[in-house]
């Protein structure tokens, strides 16, 4: 990859990070901007995959992007009286946490109601890690990169399209210690 698209993927993804998690949500084709960025990433990781060949070192990194597990992704506005909770499937990437405790997320207040959607990737359909991203980044190079500060780092991101399939759970909740 050439530099300067790398420079732009790098400032590309911390636009994604740092965006409110309070105000507006992210308008269709901002999403589409960013899918160009997760496909790319998810094609690499797929074509790795299939490789027949051992993978070295800066490859198996690339893998270490992937993410397959339990993701959890809150909704502050959600609809009691819709199906799902007005949870709409999207071929969009969006934010997700791996992290099941939301405690060291900044932006949940104790007081605040919110829509817990747990889901579980599959190997075939998988999320994109960012702190995967961020250390390939700057293991090759940029070793003083970072998408966020330590606080948006709590937050354990990874990408993920919202699709039923995956979805486990939809929990509407007050916060609980």
Known sequence: MEDDSLKRMCDDVKKWVNHSKEGYKRQTKDLIYFDIIWNSITKSINELQKKTAPLNEEEKDIV???????????HKKYKTNEQNYGVIQTEHYVSWTKAGDFNDLYWIHKDSDFLTIIAKTTPELFAIDLSG??????KYYNADYLIGLPVILKE?????PIKYSTIQDIIPKKWID
Do not use: P
């Open 64 to 74: 270490q992007m992937k993410y397959e597990g339990t993701l959890y992704r809150i």
């Open 133 to 138: 991203f961020t250390n390939y980044i700057k």
């Open 156 to 160: 354990q991101e990874v990408v993920f």
